[in-house]
């Protein structure tokens, strides 16, 4: 079956530091990533996507590259600011295979001043 | 505009009540969802519907109930509420039925049964 596991958080970050949060999944077939965002109080937002090994996914400062050699999708940023305080997901899903997509149990992202 | 949108935002509510959540998404999207989140924040999938029809239906109780009247409208009813109902619920809508596709959340309903 497909699965997703994430970091345990929180991550706890002062501002302008690099992040770093890891995603490595297993799944059968050729999967897609995401990384989802969900601010305090809001729902999930995408963040980024990748469909194919060694895309990378980027957007707002964040960066993913998918690394089919070592099943792993990490979002990177590299220079955190209090704004990005927020639970990040990793998530798959695989076309032609189940509908729904694997969301991994998110990392939260504490960023102080 | 708001691409998908739930109501209410927050609903307190006694055991054994019955209650209703609103979603409508204005994406043109064929495919539904509701999630159910957590206080840990897992996220768990209840209910697909696309186009109108049900796809999906997870392990969840029968007196959670969903309806789609059309493809841009999915509720949610939920009969004889309980302590254990109490979590966020989630709707969110994809271009089509297919998991390599992304979703877009709505802002979530808080749901407390007191």
């Known amino acids: 079956g497909n699965s997703v596991t994430q970091m345990e958080g929180p991550v706890t970050l002062s501002e302008e530091a690099f992040l770093t949060i890891n995603c490595t999944y297993t799944?059968?077939?050729?999967?897609?990533l995401f990384w989802y965002v969900q601010y305090p109080g809001e729902g999930l937002q995408l963040l980024l996507k990748a469909t194919k090994a060694d895309d990378k996914g980027s957007n707002k400062g964040f960066e993913a590259t998918y690394r089919k050699e070592t099943t792993s999708f990490h979002l990177e940023k590299g220079s955190v600011q209090v704004s990005d305080s927020a639970v990040y997901f990793c998530?798959?899903?695989?076309?032609?295979?189940?509908?729904?997509?694997?969301f991994g149990r998110g990392t939260s992202l504490i960023v102080h001043p | 505009d708001t691409a998908v949108s739930q109501t209410p935002k927050y609903l307190v509510t006694q055991m054994g009540n019955d209650k209703s959540i609103k979603c409508e998404q204005n994406?043109?999207?064929?495919?539904m969802y509701w999630y159910k989140q957590d206080s840990k924040k897992f996220l768990k999938i209840m209910f697909s519907?696309?186009?109108?029809?049900?796809?999906i239906n997870e392990t969840v109780p029968n007196r959670f109930s969903p309806k789609s009247p059309d493809k841009a409208h999915l509720n949610l009813h939920i009969n004889s509420l309980e302590l254990g109902d109490s979590a966020v619920y989630f709707c969110?809508?994809?271009?089509?039925?297919?998991?390599?596709?992304?979703?877009?959340f709505g802002s979530g309903t808080r749901l407390t049964v007191v």
């Open positions: 969110a809508s994809s271009p089509a039925q297919g998991a390599n596709y992304g979703y877009t």
């Open positions: 994406l043109g999207h064929d495919t």
């Open positions: 998530a798959l899903g695989v076309s032609g295979g189940s509908y729904i997509p694997t």
């Open positions: 799944a059968t077939g050729y999967p897609s």
């Open positions: 519907y696309n186009n109108k029809e049900l796809i």
